[in-house]
């Protein structure tokens, strides 16, 4: 079991939660208030904070943030220096808690705080990933159309299993925190390697709400880049298929081949036509052969990146309680 009832005299276990912040000034107010009820019920089993990661929000998000970190000394903010992008921010949240177990939360209320209990209990029953799994949501039909077809997608390519309608919103035992961090690739696909990491893993099922304020910080270009992320990083099948797609086109040819002896050996008399064929032919090739160069490209860039070894994020600063002044006398 992993998370005993602490003995007496023995330090209780820690829990905290990690949220990603990107222009949610108008949600960070009610989602402290909601979430601080929410960890009442565990106050009494666990020691809970909270990490908020500003990831270089534009609005005033850092004021917002700074003034939960002066009230409430359960609460930490990092502040990144730009906007590093969703899975970074979760990521510094990941590499800054040292808790039994992190809970991961988007911060515009669509995943509701409450659902963070039944993730715990799963926890205490000894999973040590527990992720919470969309039995509904509400989000633009174009959002749920694409985010259907590309997890069917991943899971027919790629070579882990990624649970379905699934999100970051999830608990993760320390156990598997303290292997995540070892996983220092760029381009980051956090549910991904999750998986990849494996332990017992296990679902709840909920119902995602709307966005309670402000506006998706995952326009459609993100969403591609996301979704690449995540075919990229977890399967080559795009590469095999430049080589299937090769072979086909080796096999057309040959089948012309065959068809323009035949009719010179058959019916010496019937003109082959030329230069449509050539014409077609060439752009056909010419659109493959760029779209496959792309598909290299793909990969190389992020072996690149890879390569160059950077870091992945730079915090600006770490906000906790102001510290009270010492007492003085006078
Ligand atoms: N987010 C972030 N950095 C970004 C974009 C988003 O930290 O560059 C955070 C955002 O504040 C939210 C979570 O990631 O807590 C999910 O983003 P959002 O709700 O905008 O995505 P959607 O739910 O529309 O997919
Ligand atoms: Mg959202």
């Not at 990603?20 to 601080?36: D, K, M, Q, R």
């Not at 303290?178 to 220092?184: G, I, Q, V």
């Not at 690449?228 to 081949?257: E, H, N, Q, T």
């Not at 793909?298 to 890879?306: K, L, N």
């Amino acid at each position: 079991m992993t998370a005993e009832a602490p003995r007496a005299g023995q330090a209780r276990q820690t829990i905290t939660y990690v949220f990603p912040i990107y222009n949610e000034a108008g949600n960070i107010a009610l989602l402290h208030e909601t979430v601080s009820k929410v960890a009442e019920e565990l106050a009494d089993r666990y020691d809970v904070g909270f990490i908020y990661v500003d990831d270089g929000s534009k609005d005033d998000s850092l004021v917002h943030l700074q003034a939960l970190a002066d009230a409430d000394d359960r609460v930490t903010v990092i502040e990144l220096a730009r906007n590093f992008g969703h899975q970074m921010a979760v990521t510094a949240g990941l590499d800054l808690a040292d808790a039994d177990a992190v809970i991961i939360m988007d911060s515009d209320m669509q995943d509701p705080p409450r659902v963070s209990l039944e993730l715990v209990e799963k926890w205490e029953q000894g999973y040590e990933v527990v992720y919470a799994q969309r039995r509904s949501r509400r989000d633009t039909a174009f959002k749920k159309l694409t985010a259907s077809a590309f997890y069917w997608f991943l899971r027919k390519v790629a070579s882990i299993d990624i649970p379905r309608n699934t999100g970051d919103f999830r608990l993760i035992d320390r156990k598997v925190v303290d292997e995540l961090r070892k996983f220092r690739e760029r381009d980051r696909f956090l549910r991904g390697l999750v998986s990849y990491i494996g332990f017992r893993q296990t679902g709840v099922l909920f119902d995602r709400d709307e966005r309670h304020a402000g506006v998706t910080g995952y326009p459609l270009s993100k969403m591609l880049r996301f979704a690449a992320d995540g075919v990229l990083g977890f399967s080559v099948a795009p590469l095999r298929l430049i080589s299937r797609l090769g072979y086909f086109i080796s096999f057309l040819s040959f089948l012309g081949i065959l068809y323009v002896a035949g009719v010179k050996l058959l019916a010496p008399e019937t003109a082959v036509p030329g230069w449509a064929f050539i014409t077609i032919g060439m752009f056909f090739l010419g659109g493959i052969q760029i779209t496959m160069l792309g598909v290299l490209g793909s990969y190389i860039g992020r072996t690149y990146a890879q390569a160059q070894g950077r870091p992945l994020y730079t915090v600006a600063a770490v906000r906790t309680a102001a510290k009270p002044l010492p007492a003085t006398t006078g």
